[in-house]
């Protein structure tokens, strides 16, 4: 095994979208057809556009020329606060490993590739959603649960 970890680019678009779905079926189950046709659309509108105005990157593990593994970043900016002083803001997600890659350090390698990024893009604050099986790792990386709970609704 000889992985390799870079920055996504525009070819590698049809693979960040079957992650991204094998990502989704894993958190929400198997979802209608055309909920999945939507999601797909959807994502092969957004990935072009957001790795181009650069407010999403993405890193890809690639075993010789296969990617096994992919993570991406969302860049945005907020009115600046306390934690985050300039409003440079970095959302992990994506974070998905092919099953028979698992646990031998893939996710690590693209959490702390990921985590260069934010640093070169001046992100002051980065945050995610954790899975069961993914807390380990990103407590391993300094991620702890914030006080303040989220709420969210809806609207669709």
Do not use: W
């Amino acid at each position: 095994m000889n992985i390799q970890f870079c920055e996504a680019s525009v070819s590698d678009i049809p693979v960040l979208i079957q992650h991204r779905l094998d990502f989704l079926e894993i958190v929400s189950g198997v979802q209608p057809a055309e909920d999945v046709e939507r999601v797909s659309a959807n994502l092969l509108q957004y990935f072009p556009a957001a790795l181009a105005d650069g407010s999403f990157k993405a890193v890809v593990a690639k075993d010789d020329a296969q990617i096994v593994a992919t993570g991406g970043m969302i860049l945005y900016r907020r009115p600046a606060n306390y934690n985050s002083p300039n409003g440079r803001v970095g959302y992990i997600l994506n974070m998905y490993t092919v099953p028979t890659y698992r646990r031998q350090g893939i996710g690590y390698g693209i959490m702390q590739r990921l985590i260069e990024i934010a640093k070169e893009e001046s992100v002051d604050v980065l945050e995610l959603h954790a899975s069961s099986d993914g807390e380990s790792l990103y407590r391993r990386f300094g991620f702890h649960v914030h006080p303040v709970t989220n709420m969210v609704v809806k609207l669709v």
